[in-house]
């Protein structure tokens, strides 16, 4: 049982580099979400989505796009990388309370 | 929006000590949960509260769901070496995603 799987699990990228976090569901969960992770500030909501076709922004979407074309997949895209997300990037999907994250993407912009 | 308080920010305790973390909120919470992430992990769940006053066990772990519904608190009871990790509160307002506390990093010395 796969649950969320988050591609790629490390990615370095240059100032103004273009990028897509793959995240992908096998659990037929309609709700699912982005978030970044920081040290000192634990998880911040990006984007979410509460089913195919449907999205909307969480508490720091600036910078980030989301698509939800269908109910596994939710790829999360920097359009112009910049040093301030230099972070952990987690995927989860939620069933009622509880949500399944991802193992994370380790996020380098230099 | 809402801001979660969470303290401590680090515990280093010795293995055998009970541990105790909180969280509070500026805004009340329809749900309270309680997280753990292990090294290079996504969290996991460890506790959901549902209900003002709530107080729910899971092994040697006990969460309460408090009166006013703007904190809540995790209960660890004879800590052990694999009880190491950050510790994350999150609660979830009506009709919106989970947002998350600055989590508790905790040490367990053997």
């Known amino acids: 049982n796969a649950g969320v799987t988050q591609t790629p699990k490390f990615q370095v990228l240059k100032t103004g580099q273009s990028m897509t976090l793959q995240c992908a569901q096998d659990m037929n969960h309609e709700y699912m979400s982005w978030y970044r992770q920081d040290p000192g500030m634990g998880l911040r909501l990006i984007h979410y989505?509460?089913?195919?076709?449907?999205?909307d922004q969480g508490e720091v979407p600036n910078g980030y796009n989301v698509s939800r074309s269908t109910t596994e997949d939710f790829p999360l895209r920097l359009l112009s990388a910049a040093p301030s997300q230099t972070s952990v990037y987690f995927c989860?999907?939620?069933?009622?309370?509880?949500?399944?994250f991802g193992q994370g993407t380790r996020l380098t912009v230099v | 929006g809402q801001q979660l308080n969470q303290s401590p920010q680090s515990m280093f305790i010795q293995e055998g000590e009970d541990v105790s973390m909180n969280c509070t909120s500026s805004?009340?919470?329809?749900?309270w949960l309680w997280y753990k992430q292990d090294p290079g992990e996504g969290p996991v769940l460890l506790i959901a509260?549902?209900?003002?006053?709530e107080l729910t066990s899971n092994g040697r772990l006990t969460a309460q769901f408090g009166i006013t519904r703007k904190d809540s608190f995790l209960n660890i009871s004879a800590s052990i070496p694999s009880d190491v990790g950050i510790y994350f509160c999150a609660g979830q307002p009506y009709d919106n995603d989970m947002r998350f506390g600055a989590g508790t990093r905790l040490t367990v010395k053997p």
């Open positions: 989505s509460v089913g195919a076709g449907i999205t």
């Open positions: 509260l549902y209900k003002a006053g």
């Open positions: 989860a999907s939620r069933y009622g309370t509880e949500a399944f």
């Open positions: 805004s009340i919470f329809n749900t």
